[in-house]
């Protein structure tokens, strides 16, 4: 199954001028999510000083969110020589541990602690990607869901380019909209 979906996110990326993709029948939301997850870091420079090579990547998620046992199936997967690790936060995490993150993935239940969290996150590289419109619309970098069976999500560039990110042209030009 988890073919199928780097299939179907391959086609969504080499086939730009559609920006959303029909959920396939059958198909698992949280897989899907954490195939486009794992997409967004293929898509995603880091700066060497914060993502040497061949170190791990670190993909970030906190205990409950809808997407940790789909994420979890990431765990040693490959982006870009670097192998990706899945790191379960702390309810409260100190700064070092978020900054130790490279990619984020928030959703509703990470809605309270967002502002403490983008405030810790200010100075450090790590790409935050929300599953939950409301923190999308609040600071992280990229937004995605699925509405109506269909896959989308939105870019905010400016905390990107704080971070000190590069997010590949291939991948704005997917996205809903690019702030």
């Not at 502002?115 to 929300?130: C, G, M, R, Y």
């Amino acid at each position: 199954m988890m073919r199928q979906l780097f299939a179907l996110l391959l086609l969504l990326v080499t086939a730009s001028e559609y920006a959303s993709a029909q959920l396939p029948a059958g198909a698992d939301e949280a897989e899907l999510k954490a195939a486009i997850l794992y997409n967004f870091a293929l898509f995603t420079e880091w700066p060497a000083d914060t993502l040497p090579a061949s170190a791990p990547l670190r993909l970030c998620v906190f205990q409950g969110n809808g997407l940790l046992t789909a994420l979890t199936g990431l765990q040693e997967k490959q982006v870009n020589g670097h192998r990706v690790s899945v790191r379960t936060l702390p309810a409260a995490p100190g700064g070092a541990q978020l900054a130790a993150c490279h990619l984020l993935v928030l959703d509703a239940q990470d809605r309270e602690r967002w502002s403490l969290l983008k405030h810790d996150l200010a100075t450090s590289s790590v790409l935050t990607v929300a599953d939950d419109r409301i923190i999308g619309a609040n600071g992280a970098m990229i937004s995605f869901g699925i509405d109506n069976r269909r896959v989308g999500f939105d870019v905010d560039l400016v905390p990107v380019r704080q971070a000190r990110l590069t997010l590949s042209s291939k991948l704005l030009r997917l996205a809903r909209s690019v702030q």
